[in-house]
C-alpha cells in the first residue's frame, strides 16, 4: 500500500493546483494562452490566412494606426474602455459602459497585422492592460448611478486604454478578410488577446492581485507531480524485486526443490516466470505515459514564462 498513497497523495496535491488556478475565474484561461500559445512572425502569420490554415497563434510587435485619437494627456489611443460599476451583493455590477476604439495594427518591421476591433474585449479578461481606476461612493456621482440606489453602496470607475506606441502582444487566428489583407481574430474557440503588459506583471494583474495563490498553485503542481513519479518508481522497484530475489534464491539452493503441478522442462512445455515481470514492464510504460501528461500539464496550466523584459520606447 506504501506506493499506492504516495500516488493517490500526488493525485491529490496534483488536484489541489489545478483547483486554485480555476479559482482565477476567466484569467486563468487567459494566462494560459498566453504562456502556451507558440509566437510567429508577421510573414508566418500571412503565409497562414492565405493558405487558409487556421492556427491559434501569438504575434509581437508595435501598435499602429492613422486614425489614433487623442487622451487627457494627449498620448495617442486606439482603444479606451470606461465603465461605472456598483458593488451589490459582493459582486461588481457594471451600470455604464463607453467603448472608443479605431482600426490599428501591430507592426513588425515592414510587415503589419489588422486587428479586429469588432471583436477586441468581447471576453472577460482578454484585454491585459493596467487599468486606472477611482474608488468611491454612490454619493459621489448620484446623476450617473440608477435611481434608487443607496449612498453608500461602493462605486468603482474603471478606464482601460491602449496607445498607438505600445508594444503589444497580440494572440489569435489570421484570416484573409474580404479585402484580401490579412486581419488577427477570434477563432477555434479561443478568444482575440491584447496585452501591453510585462509577462511578470501580466500574471499578477490575471490572478486578480493575489501573489501567494499563483505560488501556491505552482508548488502543488511540482509536489504532486513529484509524488506520482516517486510512487512509480517505488512500485517498479518492488515489482523487480520481487522478480529478481527469488530466481537468486533457487540458483543458490543446492537441492532439488518439489514443484507442484509438473516439470516445467518436460517435453510440451516452455520456462516458467518468476515472479511479475508483467506487472515490472507495465509499470514502467505507465511512468512514462503518466511523465508525459503531467509535464503536458505542467506546461498548459502553468501561467510562468520566462521571457526577458521588453523594451519600451
Known amino acids: 500500500m506504501g506506493p499506492l498513497l504516495v500516488i493517490v497523495a500526488g493525485m491529490v496535491a496534483l488536484g489541489g493546483g489545478i483547483i486554485v488556478l480555476r479559482s482565477f475565474g476567466p484569467g486563468y484561461r487567459v494566462g494560459r494562452l498566453l504562456a502556451a500559445t507558440p ?15 487556421p492556427r491559434y497563434i501569438r504575434l509581437d510587435g508595435r501598435l499602429d494606426s492613422p486614425d489614433d485619437f487623442p487622451d487627457e494627456h494627449e498620448r495617442p489611443l486606439v482603444y479606451r474602455r470606461r465603465r461605472l460599476e456598483l458593488r451589490r451583493h459582493e459582486r461588481w455590477t457594471v451600470v455604464e459602459d463607453e467603448v472608443q476604439v479605431v482600426p490599428f495594427e501591430v507592426r513588425e518591421g515592414l510587415g503589419a497585422v489588422a486587428i479586429d476591433v469588432a471583436v477586441l474585449g468581447a471576453e472577460p479578461g482578454t484585454l491585459v492592460v493596467l487599468p486606472r481606476e477611482a474608488v468611491g461612493t454612490a454619493a459621489d456621482a448620484p446623476e450617473r448611478v440608477p435611481a434608487g440606489t443607496s ?7 474603471r478606464v482601460e486604454q491602449i496607445s498607438a506606441v505600445e ?3 497580440v ?13 488577427l481574430t477570434a477563432g477555434l ?12 506583471e501580466a500574471m499578477q494583474l490575471l490572478a486578480g492581485g493575489r501573489r501567494g495563490g499563483p505560488i501556491v498553485a505552482m508548488a502543488l503542481l511540482v509536489a504532486g507531480i513529484g509524488l506520482i513519479v516517486s510512487g512509480l518508481l517505488w512500485a517498479v522497484a518492488g515489482a523487480m524485486a520481487s522478480t529478481i530475489v527469488p530466481t537468486i534464491a533457487f540458483a ?3 537441492e532439488a526443490t518439489p514443484v507442484t503441478g509438473g516439470d516445467t522442462r518436460s517435453a510440451g512445455e516452455g520456462p516458467g516466470l518468476v515472479g511479475t515481470p508483467l506487472v515490472a514492464i507495465a509499470l514502467v510504460v505507465l ?4 511523465s508525459a501528461v503531467a509535464s503536458y500539464t505542467y506546461v498548459r496550466i502553468t501561467a510562468a514564462r520566462s521571457d526577458g523584459p521588453r523594451q519600451r520606447d
Open 189 to 200: 474557440g479561443r478568444p482575440l488577446i491584447l496585452s501591453t503588459m510585462e509577462p511578470t
Open 167 to 169: 508594444h503589444a502582444t
Open 171 to 183: 494572440l489569435g487566428v489570421p484570416v484573409r478578410s474580404d479585402g484580401g489583407s490579412t486581419i
Open 252 to 254: 543458490a539452493s543446492p
Open 151 to 157: 449612498p453608500t453602496t461602493p462605486v468603482r470607475y
Open 287 to 290: 511512468i512514462g505515459f503518466v
Open 39 to 53: 509566437l510567429v512572425t508577421i510573414e508566418a502569420a500571412e503565409g497562414l490566412a492565405a493558405a487558409g490554415t
